[in-house]
């Protein structure tokens, strides 16, 4: 049988702590925690176990109700400025965007490296392949997003096509390539669990396919125009497609080679670190079609095109792999 607790007495006894823990508790609610000086930076963790053990005896007291219906509100404001989540949504995108996603992208360059050089292989062996047989291309692109631009078309079409004389086309072609780049980055990264083995070969295919495309251009003397059409959107396009297919490749070596853990737990392991990049991926795709859906429209100059992709590529290089300052430790 618990002992009596006097209501009166108990209150006395703490009702200043509880008061202080409150003040402090609604402070940094309202402002953040560096509204803190530092006596009441180390205070409040006691303050929050004291205020802890004064619910559980007003519970195994039976209490008035509005004490422990306080106490327990009290206690849980507490702990969540304590050991919650106490930045804003916002803060916590802009570290997402200034910290965690480049970091990640970082952590995953070998695989990213890896993923970088099957694509331009593979660019290398369609442009090859079909400069050899231009029979190739039509095992390789479908109609869709040919439209017309095979080997059979002629120079003068082929260079109509990519300025604004057919800017409906355009569009279209352009919108194929995009929808088309979006879909082998999601797969690439969610095909990661089946060993990588689809991943390498959506980027694979990915690679011929563009490879290709750049042959029938290049062998009517037009790959220049063409390439300075893709660069502007391209560059961060293939890039998102490039990380996605690391993203992937991760999941897929932690599967095949978990090393001292178990295959679940590496797996698990590098499908977060997977998300983090996948996630910041979309967010590439999203301004390539903003470049592609505006940029390429209004800008139709070859130079300026190639200069718009040029910068970008650089942006994203100096963004990722840049040496950033010590996150600044917060009070």
């Given at each position: 049988m618990q002992p009596a607790v006097n209501a009166s007495r108990f209150r006395a006894a703490h009702q200043a702590d509880w008061e202080r823990l409150e003040r402090l508790v609604a402070l940094v609610e309202k402002r953040s925690v560096r509204a803190l000086d530092d006596d009441d930076l180390i205070a409040m963790p006691l303050l929050y176990r004291t205020a802890l053990s004064s619910l559980s005896l007003a519970r195994a007291s039976s209490l008035d109700r509005a004490l422990v219906d306080y106490l327990e509100q009290l206690c849980t404001r507490a702990y969540f400025q304590l050991y919650g989540v106490t930045d804003t949504g916002l803060a916590q995108l802009r570290r997402f965007f200034a910290r965690t996603w480049p970091g990640a992208v970082r952590e995953l360059w070998r695989e990213t490296l890896a993923s970088l050089a099957l694509t331009v292989a593979a660019v290398l062996a369609g442009y090859l392949m079909v400069r050899s047989d231009p029979a190739w291309f039509y095992g390789l692109i479908p109609d869709a997003m040919a439209q017309g631009r095979d080997p059979a078309a002629s120079a003068a079409s082929l260079h109509a096509t990519l300025h604004s004389s057919e800017q409906s086309m355009l569009t279209t072609f352009a919108t194929f390539l995009f929808t088309h780049n979006a879909q082998i980055a999601i797969f690439s990264f969610a095909l990661g669990l089946a060993f990588g083995v689809p991943t390498v070969l959506l980027l694979?295919?990915?690679?011929l396919s563009l490879g290709a495309l750049l042959a029938v251009f290049a062998g009517k003397g037009v790959g220049g125009p063409f390439a300075c059409w893709l660069a502007i959107h391209g560059t961060t396009e293939l890039f998102a497609v490039i990380l996605s297919g690391a993203a992937g490749l991760r999941i897929g070596i932690a599967l095949a080679f978990p090393g001292r853990l178990a295959r679940e737990d590496a797996a698990m392991a590098a499908g977060r670190q997977g998300a983090l990049v996948m996630a910041g991926s979309v967010a590439m795709l999203a301004v390539a079609g903003l470049l592609e859906g505006?940029?390429?429209?209004?800008?139709?100059g070859d130079?300026?095109?190639l200069l718009i992709g040029l910068v970008m590529l650089t942006g994203w290089l100096c963004f990722f792999y840049l040496p950033r300052r010590p996150a600044a430790v917060e009070r």
């Open positions: 694979l295919y990915n690679g505006i940029g390429r429209q209004v800008v139709d130079g300026p095109r």
